[in-house]
């Protein structure tokens, strides 16, 4: 019930291995630094970007080079759906990406994918990658130890840190991710809060059917299987684990503990 497998098609998930099919869901949490910490990450080195400080002038990746995107031409398509299209002297730059005036990039692991787009604004904080075709937002927050699928979003005024998405999981609008994983497809609406640490600073317990359930984390926010949404401006206590295909309504609060496939809480 409680299982990796119950939650998640990781069939295509490029990072797969970050999870164990028959341990707990929450186990990929306890071994994502790790994971990441011993990622290969190319280098993002460049005069054109300083640590730390908002680019003066939009910038394009392609095949670990970096340039100016003023020498390309650039339509700003879908970028989820790979329409984000960069040339340069009239040929195509397959895979490039782009990260705009104004974003700042913080630390040396930070893998930026294919067709990536990180908007003007976004702060992103080392170690952090970011899977092909993925939006990083205006004013977004990226605070390290975030790992995203493909056709991801990280959205305008959102705030990540310790968090998976998996691939086409979205939180497009002013949300806040801690200790938290998206499964495939999962979509937050505006507003959402995934709170992650208990007022009494003990380790959260997910409650089942059966019972409790230790996970021995003080910090856990919540995950939401493949399929799973949130409506607008609602909130999950820490250690809500909403099921496959699970909707929790607008204006709500979740409860912490574990909730059926295609539960609706109201």
């Known amino acids: 019930m409680l299982t990796t497998k119950s939650f998640f098609d990781l069939s295509d998930f490029q990072h797969s291995s970050l999870f164990i099919e028959d341990s707990p869901v929450w186990e990929a949490l306890n071994t994502l630094k790790p994971f990441m910490d011993a990622h290969d990450y190319p280098s993002i080195q460049s005069d054109l970007i300083q640590e730390g400080v908002p680019?003066?002038?939009?910038v394009v990746l392609h095949n670990?080079?970096?340039?100016s995107a003023s020498e390309c031409i650039i339509e700003f398509g879908d970028t989820t759906k790979g329409k984000l299209t960069i040339s340069k002297e009239?040929?195509?730059?397959?895979?490039?990406s782009i990260i705009m005036a104004g974003a700042i990039l913080i630390g040396s692991q930070i893998d930026i994918g294919k067709g990536v787009m990180i908007e003007g604004g976004a702060?992103?904080?080392?170690?952090?990658?970011?899977?092909?075709?993925?939006?990083?937002?205006?004013c977004a927050y990226v605070r390290g130890y975030c790992l995203t699928g493909k056709r991801t979003i990280v959205g305008h005024a959102t705030e990540v840190k310790h968090s998976i998405f998996l691939n086409d999981a979205k939180a497009g609008h002013f949300a806040y991710l801690g200790d938290s994983i998206l499964g495939q497809n999962a979509n937050l609406?505006?507003?959402?809060?995934f709170a992650n640490l208990k007022f009494l600073g003990d380790t959260i317990r997910i409650r089942t059917t059966d019972g409790f359930v230790d996970t021995g984390r003080r910090k856990f926010g919540a995950i939401l299987g493949d399929g799973a949404q949130t409506g607008c401006n609602s909130v999950t206590n820490p250690g809500t684990i909403i099921a496959i295909g699970g909707i929790l309504m607008p204006n709500t609060t979740a409860p912490s503990?574990?909730?059926q496939p295609k539960s609706i809480i109201r």
């Open 55 to 58: 680019l003066r002038s939009s």
């Open 64 to 67: 670990n080079h970096f340039f």
């Open 90 to 96: 009239n040929n195509v730059l397959p895979g490039a």
């Open 123 to 138: 702060l992103v904080k080392s170690p952090t990658i970011l899977g092909d075709y993925t939006e990083v937002r205006h």
């Open 189 to 193: 609406g505006a507003g959402t809060k």
């Open 257 to 259: 503990g574990y909730h």
